[in-house]
C-alpha cells in the first residue's frame, strides 16, 4: 500500500547507538524501511532483522544498472578553445595525424581542461586509460574524431563536475559523485557504486577530477561496449574477446 509523506513508524528514540530495536504493528501492504546515521552525510554499513509473526517478503530496494547518454553541446568559449587545440593536435600528431597517450597527456596539460578545477595534472596512465576507451580500432592512439569525443567529453564532465562540488573542495564525496553521475546518465546498484568507490576513491574517501573523469568515461565506455554486443540483456564472449576488453 503506497500512502504519500505517510510515516508508519520510527525508532523508539534518534540516539548515536549502534543498535536499535523497535516493535510495530502495522496494517498489511508495502512499506520501506529507510536506515540512517546520527550524522548525515556519513558512509555507514547497516545489519537489518526482520521478526515477523506471520511470512513477510523482503528485498532490497535498488537501482538496475543502466545508461542513458547526456551529453551537452560545446558552449561558444569551449568551441574557441577547441578551434585552438584543433592546430595544437596537428602540430604534435605529426604526419600520421594521431596522437598516443603521451602526446594526449602534453596537448591536455597545456590545454584549460583542468583550469578552474583543483586536481593534478593528467598522468600517463590516464591518458592510457582515456585513449585505450575511445581508440576504436585499437591502434593505440587517437585520430582527431576519436580525440573529438575525448575533448567533448573533458568539457562536459568538468562542468558536471564543478556544478555537483557543492563545498567547492576540489574533491566529490561519494554522495556528490552519485549524484553527478545520475546527472550524466548513469544508473548504478548499490554494490556497482560501491565497487567504483573502494577502486577510486582516496584515503579520506573522495575522487578528484581526474579520477571522476575516468570512472564516467570508462561507465561510458562499458555500457556502449554491453549495448554493441548484447543478445536480449546477455552478451556472449569468447575467452579470448573478454580477455581483450578488460585488459585493453
Request: proline fraction near 2%; hydrophobic fraction near 35%; glycine fraction near 4%.
Amino acid at each position: 500500500r503506497r500512502v504519500h509523506g505517510y510515516m508508519a513508524g520510527k525508532s523508539p528514540s534518534f540516539i548515536n547507538s549502534r543498535e536499535i530495536v523497535g516493535r510495530f504493528k502495522l496494517l498489511p501492504g508495502n512499506y520501506v524501511i529507510v536506515p540512517c546515521t546520527f550524522d548525515k552525510n556519513v558512509p555507514a554499513n547497516f545489519m537489518l532483522r526482520l521478526y515477523t509473526e506471520q511470512l513477510a517478503e523482503s528485498s532490497n530496494l535498488d537501482h538496475e544498472c543502466c545508461y542513458v547518454p547526456n551529453i551537452k553541446p560545446l558552449t561558444h568559449a569551449e568551441k574557441d578553445h577547441y578551434d585552438q587545440l584543433k592546430h595544437k593536435f596537428a602540430e604534435i600528431a605529426g604526419e600520421d595525424l594521431e596522437v598516443d597517450a603521451f602526446e594526449l597527456q602534453h596537448m591536455l596539460n597545456e590545454s584549460d581542461a583542468l583550469s578552474k578545477v583543483k586536481s593534478s595534472k593528467f598522468s600517463v596512465d590516464a591518458c592510457r586509460i582515456m585513449v585505450s576507451i575511445y581508440d576504436d580500432d585499437r591502434s593505440g592512439k587517437l585520430g582527431f574524431k576519436e580525440f573529438t569525443e575525448l575533448w567533448v567529453y573533458i568539457c562536459m564532465c568538468k562542468k558536471v563536475f564543478q556544478e555537483f562540488d557543492q563545498d567547492k573542495s576540489g574533491s566529490f564525496s561519494s554522495f556528490e559523485m552519485r549524484d553527478a553521475l545520475k546527472f550524466l546518465g548513469f544508473s548504478l546498484d548499490q554494490e556497482t557504486f560501491a565497487a567504483i568507490v573502494t577502486r577510486y576513491a582516496n584515503r579520506q574517501q573522495t575522487v578528484d577530477f581526474n579520477d571522476f573523469l575516468l570512472i564516467s568515461a570508462k561507465l561510458r565506455s562499458v555500457f556502449e561496449r554491453f549495448n554493441s554486443l548484447q543478445k536480449g540483456n546477455k552478451i556472449e564472449l569468447h575467452s579470448k574477446e573478454w580477455v581483450q576488453h578488460n585488459v585493453y
